[in-house]
């Protein structure tokens, strides 16, 4: 890497020398561009990610009352991605998304992808808009009460909006009349916009009537090969959030309106969370409040561990259905002795816009987002100098630094963004960049200049601040992952 990094930083002060020599008046073309990189890339070089480019319409003063809906509850996760111009708020329960927060989502998503494909795991896509024939056969109309967003099409026909696809997937498979036993088990999954019609949304993204989820279903032979297929999809899950350096427990959980014979949520800790949790603090037991009687306060796995009250966000939730949506269906398949047999089933839900909230309210500082590293906007934030400071001549420097990591770094490429906003202090920049959660924020000042070039480096996970040679820059983003 370092023969290229050379060339690179060689080239960055060739550059710098003839800007300082020749009065760009009298250049035109790419000599003219290279004089201000902040604003225009130079010719036949991919272009930087500019700060003052991004549609990020952030307020990183404050957000005020006035900012929220009316009625609706706020938090730190919110108040923040507020701020940052992450999302927007349309009506109660709904959001913009705007592009910083699709790019988290979309490497959150690409994490699911690996997770639930490693397990087996097929991707595919159905209907929002859901017959109310197949909610009224399972029962489901009537008991999901309100919480459905119901209508109607021209010819009076009932629908709804689906907040989950049990009955959709479900008669998918009972069409396919040629489904052998040697296809089992098998695991469809889908990562959409589900709908509920929350009567009280708040917080943001922690709970709102528009969300993205990912849900996953599955059939098996036998009830034996449905535990099995329910331990793996656990698994995958708690791999998941220990990629993203998240704290998740699995607790027990109550089926609800989904049905089944069991079911674990997968709780982050969290003051604000709505779930009351109770954990033995001698053995792995966990439970969700709802599955225990009011007054029990023994573990009722190891016998003498006292259980402790905690709060948690749910981020996922598992059922074990066995054949009650299969029965209803008719979703059978060709078993060894080439008779129908009806499959078992399981229901595996992630709530991935919720993750991203959540992730923001138990990582972050009051005063700004701290993002799990492998789903962070960008990696990296170059702040060149102020616009007339004595080390002004710099600017070139941190554009090159920027062109130079993408091409030196091939993980970092498109993941490095230059605050071009040249015209504020480094100190309200860097203020802004802790704000925003920029994993790794680089000052190029005077160090940078000097024959042997240094690097400021404030990493914000840790809130260290390091001060690097080109190769210590390079060995340290180097180890940076991404998805």
């Given at each position: 890497m370092e023969?290229?990094?050379?060339?690179?930083?060689?080239?960055?002060?060739?550059?710098?020398?003839?800007?300082?020599?020749?009065?760009?008046?009298?250049?035109?073309?790419?000599?003219?561009?290279?004089a201000v990189p902040a604003s225009a890339p130079s010719c036949g070089r991919k272009p930087v990610l500019l700060v003052s480019r991004l549609y990020q319409p952030s307020n990183l003063r404050d957000v005020t009352q006035d900012s929220r809906l009316p009625g609706e509850m706020s938090c730190?996760?919110?108040?923040?991605?507020?701020?940052?111009?992450?999302?927007?708020?349309?009506s109660p329960g709904c959001y913009y998304y705007l592009p910083a927060t699709i790019r988290s989502m979309e490497k959150l998503v690409r994490m699911i992808d690996q997770e639930m494909q490693g397990i087996g795991g097929q991707k595919l896509?159905?209907?929002?808009?859901c017959s109310a024939d197949l909610w009224k056969t399972s029962e489901r109309w009537d008991l999901m009460g309100k919480e459905l967003f119901r209508l109607k099409d021209r010819?009076?026909?009932?629908?709804?909006?689906?907040?989950?696809?049990?009955?959709?997937?479900?008669?998918?498979?009972?069409?396919?009349?040629?489904?052998?036993?040697?296809?089992?088990?098998?695991?469809?999954?889908?990562?959409?916009?589900?709908?509920?019609?929350?009567?009280?949304?708040?917080?943001?993204?922690l709970r709102g009537r528009e969300f993205y989820m990912k849900d996953m279903y599955s059939f098996d032979v036998s009830e034996e090969a449905a535990h099995q297929t329910y331990e793996s999809v656990c698994q995958a899950y708690t791999r998941l959030f220990a990629r993203l350096g998240l704290r998740c427990v699995q607790v027990q959980a109550d089926t609800g309106n989904i049905g089944g014979k069991l079911s674990h949520e997968f709780q982050l800790p969290a003051d604000i969370g709505e779930d009351r949790l109770l954990v033995c603090g001698s053995c792995s037991f966990s439970a969700n409040v709802e599955t225990m009687s009011s007054d029990q306060s023994n573990c009722p796995?190891?016998?003498?561990?006292?259980?402790?009250?905690?709060?948690?966000?749910?981020?996922?939730?598992?059922?074990?259905?066995?054949k009650k949506y299969s029965h209803i269906f008719k979703?059978?398949?060709?078993?060894?002795?080439?008779?129908?047999?009806?499959?078992?089933?399981?229901?595996?839900?992630?709530?991935?816009?919720?993750?991203?909230?959540?992730?923001?309210?138990?990582?972050?500082?009051?005063?700004?987002?701290?993002?799990?590293?492998?789903?962070?906007p960008y990696q990296v934030c170059v702040l060149p100098p102020k616009k007339g400071s004595k080390v002004d001549e710099a600017t070139l420097l941190a554009e090159e630094l920027v062109q130079?990591?993408?091409?030196?770094?091939?993980?970092?490429?498109?993941?490095?963004?230059?605050?071009?906003?040249?015209?504020?202090?480094?100190?309200?920049?860097?203020?802004?960049a802790s704000k925003l959660g920029y994993p790794y924020v680089i000052v190029v000042g005077q160090g940078a200049l000097e024959e042997t070039p240094r690097f400021e480096v404030i990493c914000q996970q840790t809130g260290e601040t390091v001060f690097l040679s080109r190769d210590g820059l390079l060995d340290l983003l180097g180890r940076v992952e991404t998805v």
């Open positions: 023969p290229v990094m050379l060339q690179l930083w060689q080239r960055a002060f060739r550059r710098l020398h003839r800007t300082l020599i020749l009065p760009k008046r009298f250049d035109s073309g790419c000599a003219e561009q290279a730190k996760s919110q108040r923040l991605m507020q701020q940052a111009g992450l999302i927007h708020p349309s896509d159905m209907p929002s808009l010819h009076g026909a009932d629908y709804c909006l689906g907040p989950t696809h049990e009955e959709a997937v479900t008669t998918l498979i009972a069409h396919q009349a040629t489904l052998s036993y040697r296809q089992l088990p098998l695991l469809l999954y889908q990562i959409t916009r589900k709908f509920r019609d929350e009567p009280k949304p708040k917080f943001g993204l796995q190891c016998k003498t561990g006292k259980l402790v009250e905690s709060k948690g966000i749910e981020v996922g939730h598992t059922f074990y259905l066995g979703a059978t398949f060709s078993n060894a002795q080439n008779k129908p047999a009806v499959a078992e089933m399981g229901c595996y839900g992630l709530g991935v816009t919720r993750i991203l909230a959540a992730a923001v309210e138990v990582m972050s500082t009051e005063e700004g987002i701290r993002w799990p590293g492998l789903i962070a130079a990591l993408g091409e030196t770094l091939p993980q970092l490429r498109g993941e490095v963004v230059l605050d071009d906003r040249t015209q504020m202090t480094i100190g309200k920049r860097l203020k802004d």
